[in-house]
């Protein structure tokens, strides 16, 4: 009865140790790392959690150039269409240029014609001068005549009239030739130059040829910098476009930065200098390395149309921010557009 007892809990055993499942080895280093990484993880952002800010209250910003003619007229080309790229120096569309051709030809004309007024006066001048020599000559004889008169009528040999005469004669001619005098100078005045060595008229109408010439030119417009154009749907060959007015913009030229708005509690640490990561929305996954270039002076209020008035009864304190500036320090893997939404994390600890 006893070996038979011993052989039935020998199965027994056996049994429990078939039934019973043998533990995996790798679950006790899994219960074991999961607590470490969370450890780790948590950790890094203790230590790491001071020496970085971030915003995403950030934009793409890039110069945009207003081009508007120097001139008026009918557009009667357009080289550029929307969203193309332009080099600076490119010709972007014309203006009709026959009112301004005619403009120069006729200041051409007035050249010419203040040329010639010129030396119109040039010839009575000399003419004047002449004229000089003639009076000249003329007081000399009759100077001579009154010294003949007047020993005449000292000797007794002529009559008092003559005497008379001869001096009237010759008082006449010292005034025609001070007068002659006096006109030559005058001419000679009209001659002047002016300074820069020629005469005032032929330089004003030289000056406005320069001006016609300039308006002509100026009827084909080109850009500015190179670019992105932008609104030139408003470019239609018959439209007019006017002076000084907007006709077409130039976006970019390759000069993008990064406007980050931070709060001013974030401000403390960061300094211009210190490198940041830009992750634009519109590429994601493709951060971008870039610094800070510029603290900007103001917040956003202060430069608003209608700042708040902080003296108020009802005033309320809002935090606010201050734009930061970074310029990228990599080219982007595509064109960026000026406006579009990013997010930047700013290396306070560097």
Do not use: C
């Amino acid at each position: 009865m006893n070996d038979m007892s011993r052989v039935a809990g020998a199965q027994d055993d056996s049994a429990d140790a078939v039934a019973a499942p043998r533990r995996p080895r790798w679950r006790t280093p899994l219960m074991l790392a999961v607590p470490l990484l969370l450890a780790g993880t948590g950790g890094y952002f203790w230590l790491s959690g001071g020496t970085t800010v971030s915003t995403d209250n950030a934009q793409v910003g890039a110069h945009v150039i207003s081009v508007a003619p120097e001139v008026s007229g009918r557009i009667v080309d357009v080289r550029v269409a929307e969203n193309q790229r332009v080099k600076a120096g490119d010709l972007l569309f014309r203006i009709d240029p026959e009112p301004y051709r005619i403009a120069l030809l006729e200041a051409d004309a007035a050249v010419g014609n203040a040329r010639l007024v010129i030396s119109q006066m040039e010839s009575g001048y000399t003419a004047k001068v002449a004229d000089i020599g003639v009076r000249a000559s003329d007081v000399a004889l009759a100077r001579e005549n009154f010294r003949r008169q007047n020993e005449l009528l000292a000797r007794g040999f002529t009559t008092r009239a003559s005497y008379d005469a001869a001096q009237a004669a010759l008082a006449s001619a010292e005034a025609q030739r001070r007068s002659a005098a006096a006109e030559a100078q005058s001419a000679q005045a009209m001659l002047g130059a002016s300074a820069q060595g020629g005469h005032p008229q032929v330089e004003a109408a030289l000056a406005r040829r320069e001006k016609a010439a300039l308006d002509l030119r100026r009827t084909e417009i080109r850009a500015p910098v190179s670019g992105i154009v932008s609104q030139a749907d408003k470019l239609q060959p018959g439209a007019m476009a006017m002076q000084m007015l907007s006709a077409v913009s130039l976006v970019g030229g390759g000069d993008y930065w990064i406007e980050a708005n931070f709060k001013e509690t974030q401000l403390a640490k960061i300094r211009v200098g210190q490198p940041a990561e830009v992750e634009i929305d519109a590429v994601p996954g493709k951060p971008l390395k870039a610094h800070v270039i510029g603290i900007g002076a103001g917040t956003g209020s202060e430069f608003s149309l209608l700042p708040a008035q902080n003296a108020s009864g009802n005033w309320v304190k809002v935090t606010q921010r201050v734009p930061v500036r970074l310029k990228l320090d990599q080219a982007p893997a595509r064109p960026l557009v000026s406006g579009w939404s990013a997010h930047v994390t700013v290396d306070v600890g560097s």
